[in-house]
């Protein structure tokens, strides 16, 4: 019998609790309807008798205290809401909980932003890990020694998993089913939930926004221009030249300031630009490219299917509503 704990923190959404419990309770079930016994002991898990959910006024009671769990086989992480650094302060005791359930040897899952949590305990520094693509810049300023996987769906490393954003969970949950079981009850359960399974990235649904939050005007302002100008082709020496930069300092500083080299981040800009023209418009696919300023077909696609995951064709097939009217 594997020993599940699937914590309630402070800051909790019921959502996700409820599909944590209630995917292992169907396993356990599909298990049984197999003529094989149920491998998952489940039980929710807070600080207090009585844990109040962020996301409405509901309340959830838990099958024990922290305090009462001996010791547990995995612990599920769910995401918090709201401010990150208000939910790790009101989660301490739970941190400490989770760094001595592990020492002890358990294995811990992190789901969607439940990562802040889970690199409040320093389990994962040094280590990767993924989050909701829409917290990344906030993850790395917070947690900046741990290995920040942009787009993964599913990271695992040494008995510490994380997913990606919001409905990612599902599949890092499937991921666990199949490591526990086997695959063929993980493919059961993907289709019983009708869940994508082995989906890797979160990367066609990730909006870049644009690093900004750092304290280097002489690069937001390059930010700024490039945002402005997507039409145009940029060269490093004509960025560093706006703000009477060497190349090699201004590369260094943009780098540290955005988390991108000057390459990547015009590259995300101009391949999120296409991708709200491709959502929005009837341009075809040149006109889009030209309009972000590519001339090279082959470097459009390639580009636009590294960031996004998907080819420009099949993202407008995706996306694109106006397309199919």
């Known amino acids: 019998m594997k020993k599940v704990a699937i914590l309630i923190p402070e800051h909790s959404t019921i959502h996700v609790v409820a599909i944590s419990r209630f995917m292992f309770e169907t396993v356990n079930q599909f298990l049984i309807n197999s003529g094989r016994e149920k491998l998952f002991d489940v039980k929710l898990v807070g600080q207090?008798?009585?844990?109040?959910?962020?996301?409405?006024?509901?309340?959830?009671?838990?099958?024990?205290?922290?305090?009462?769990?001996?010791?547990?086989?995995?612990?599920?992480?769910?995401?918090?809401?709201?401010n990150m650094q208000e939910g790790i302060s009101a989660n301490r005791s739970t941190i400490d909980w989770i760094i001595t359930q592990h020492q002890k040897g358990s294995e811990v899952a992190s789901l969607c932003v439940g990562a802040f949590l889970l690199a409040s305990t320093g389990l994962v520094n040094g280590k990767k890990c993924s989050t909701h693509w829409g917290f990344n810049d906030e993850f790395r300023t917070m947690f900046p020694e741990v290995i920040l996987q942009d787009g993964k769906i599913?990271?695992?490393?040494?008995?510490?998993?994380?997913?990606?954003?919001a409905n990612s969970c599902w599949n890092l949950l499937l991921y666990l089913i199949e490591k526990y079981v086997d695959r063929e009850t993980a493919i059961l359960t993907s289709k019983y939930f009708a869940i994508d399974i082995d989906r890797t990235s979160q990367s066609s649904f990730a909006m870049f926004k644009g690093q900004k939050e750092h304290k280097d005007d002489a690069i937001r302002k390059i930010q700024v221009y490039i945002e402005s100008n997507i039409e145009e082709k940029f060269t490093v020496e004509d960025l560093a030249e706006k703000v009477a930069l060497g190349r090699r300092s201004f590369e260094r500083r943009f780098k540290l300031a955005t988390n991108n080299s000057v390459l990547e981040y015009i590259q995300r800009v101009k391949i999120e630009a296409a991708k709200r023209s491709i959502e929005s418009s009837?341009?075809?696919?040149?006109?889009?490219?030209?309009?972000?300023?590519?001339?090279?077909?082959?470097?459009?696609?390639?580009?636009?299917?590294?960031?996004?995951?998907?080819?420009?064709?099949?993202?407008?097939?995706?996306?694109n509503k106006i397309a199919t009217d």
């Open 48 to 82: 207090q008798k009585q844990m109040q959910i962020i996301d409405g006024p509901f309340v959830v009671s838990p099958d024990l205290l922290i305090n009462e769990v001996d010791d547990t086989d995995l612990i599920i992480i769910p995401p918090m809401a709201g």
């Open 154 to 165: 599913v990271t695992d490393e040494d008995g510490i998993y994380s997913s990606g954003g």
């Open 282 to 319: 009837r341009k075809n696919i040149n006109e889009v490219m030209f309009d972000v300023g590519y001339t090279d077909t082959k470097a459009f696609r390639t580009t636009f299917k590294k960031i996004t995951g998907l080819s420009p064709v099949e993202y407008k097939n995706k996306y």
